[in-house]
Nanobody, 116 residues
């Protein structure tokens, strides 16, 4: 059984920062396969950040443009998303996903609202 729990979403002013966390509860040896996505009302779910496989290098959706940083703490089975210089268009529910061959698991999401 794989469970993912996101946290850290909040209301923030444009230009502000947030750090999201995704805790993975599962009997897995690596959280390399955990990615971040986001979905705004009425829109499709978009890829935000993840790690390349193979290579384990961080990579991001085009809209990130150097503003977000993904990292992880393997011992804590936690993946982070540091978001800086937030814009109103970053408003969305942010989800983490764990993927393995043949399956994928999603958390319930955490709401990020960027508004003045």
């Amino acid at each position: 059984q794989v469970q993912l729990v996101e946290s850290g979403g909040d209301l923030v002013s444009p230009g502000g920062s947030l750090r999201l966390s995704c805790v993975v509860s599962a009997n897995i040896t690596s959280i390399q396969d955990v990615d971040w996505f986001r979905q705004a009302p009425g829109q499709e779910r978009d890829f935000v950040a993840g790690f390349t496989r193979p290579g384990d290098d961080p990579y991001y959706g085009d809209f990130v443009r150097g503003r977000f940083t993904i990292s992880r703490d393997n011992a804590k089975k936690t993946v982070y998303l540091q978001m800086d210089r937030l814009k109103e268009e970053d408003t969305a529910k942010y989800y983490c996903r764990f993927a393995e061959p043949g399956s994928e698991y999603w958390g319930q999401g955490t709401q990020v609202t960027v508004s003045s």
